[in-house]
């Protein structure tokens, strides 16, 4: 199985360094050097890291054969992809790779389909799971403890608690609130 652990960003200084972009939990694990990538394009790789380094909060790495500015520069927006045993877990207890969590069946917690996971988005404050429902549309839960409450991998499903309003649609939200005991605005405004 193969999974992206990073792309090339700019060349930093004249003796083929590049500057990268992390898309992976492991980085001491999949950017070490002697590391053999695989690459996006295919025509660049695959590379082999030979250094490593960060500075200025920057993960820095060289590459054997790329030895001046040129060279690394054209290298730049070029995916690494690294080759993981489909078996293998990430090290934290709560910690999926995210071809474990695609095609996973979502059920709320009393066993209402929700849908199917279809892609998961990384945002820079959390991760939303992509779901898609029965009848063809999406929704986007939160990837966070207190909405998706259990991964189960061995059933292939993930359990979510939403809030109200998550996955509900909008015309069941709008149904319950002109329902008995709801005041509407205009009422409100016509008795001042």
């Known amino acids: 199985m193969q999974l992206v652990v990073a792309r090339i960003g700019r060349a930093h200084g004249i ?3 590049v500057t990268v972009e992390v898309r992976t939990d492991e980085p001491e694990l999949r950017l070490a050097p002697g590391a053999v990538l695989a690459t996006d394009p295919a025509s660049a790789g695959p590379l082999t890291i030979e250094t490593g380094r960060v500075h200025s909060g920057r ?3 060289r590459f054997e054969g790329v030895r001046d500015r040129n060279a690394a520069e054209a290298l730049r927006n070029t995916l690494l992809i690294a080759e993981i045993d489909p078996e293998e877990l990430p090290e934290g207890e709560d910690e999926y790779y995210d071809h474990q969590l695609i095609d996973l069946d979502v059920v709320t ?3 209402t389909e929700v849908g199917r996971i279809t892609e998961i988005s990384h945002l820079p404050s959390q991760d939303l799971l992509i779901v898609e429902r029965p009848d063809g549309t999406e929704v986007m839960i939160p990837f966070v403890g207190e909405i998706v409450t259990e991964i189960d991998l061995e059933e292939q499903r993930a359990v979510v ?3 109200p309003g998550l996955i ?4 069941v939200l709008d149904e319950a609130a002109d329902g008995p005991g709801a005041s509407s605005r205009t009422s409100a405004e016509e008795e001042s």
């Open 168 to 171: 509900d649609d909008r015309s």
């Open 109 to 111: 917690e009393d066993g």
């Open 59 to 61: 993960l820095l790495l």
């Open 161 to 163: 608690d939403p809030p």
């Open 15 to 17: 003796k083929g360094e």
